[in-house]
């Protein structure tokens, strides 16, 4: 299993931007697939975002597609969430995970290793 640590997270008026970052170690960072999802207390967790063991594929859930972009650098082992046009209800706890799988999909239990999260707070 592989370690991760997400960073970026904070307080941000809504239409702001704020990039997050997952720093990925214990294992070569290109034989994962990336994920990013986000939860809210009292709610499930929810998928956000994916990039494909290759890196050639991504996919967004529909409420960030056009706002989110995630991508990956191996040379640095970090996966990054670009998050733009940010909205009051973007405000969740944020995690980073990686999968074995080549294209995990939008399943939480598709994830083998998660990070412990980092909080976005997005005001109006």
């Known amino acids: 299993q592989v370690q991760l640590v997400e960073s970026g997270g904070g307080l941000v008026q809504a239409g702001g931007s704020l990039r997050l970052s997952c720093a990925v170690s214990?294992?070569?960072?290109?034989?994962?697939?990336v994920g990013w999802f986000r939860q809210a207390p009292g709610k499930e967790r929810e998928f956000v975002a994916a990039?494909?063991?290759?890196?050639?594929?991504?996919y967004y859930a529909e409420v960030v597609k056009g706002r989110f972009t995630i991508y990956r650098d191996n040379a640095a082992n970090t996966v990054y969430l670009q998050m733009n046009s940010l909205k009051p209800e973007d405000t969740e706890i944020y995690y980073c995970a990686a999968s074995r799988r080549s294209m995990p999909g939008v399943s939480a239990d598709s994830y083998d290793s998660w990070g412990q999260g980092t909080q976005v707070t997005v005001y109006s």
């Open positions: 214990g294992h070569t960072f290109g034989s994962y697939a």
């Open positions: 990039n494909s063991r290759s890196g050639a594929h991504t």
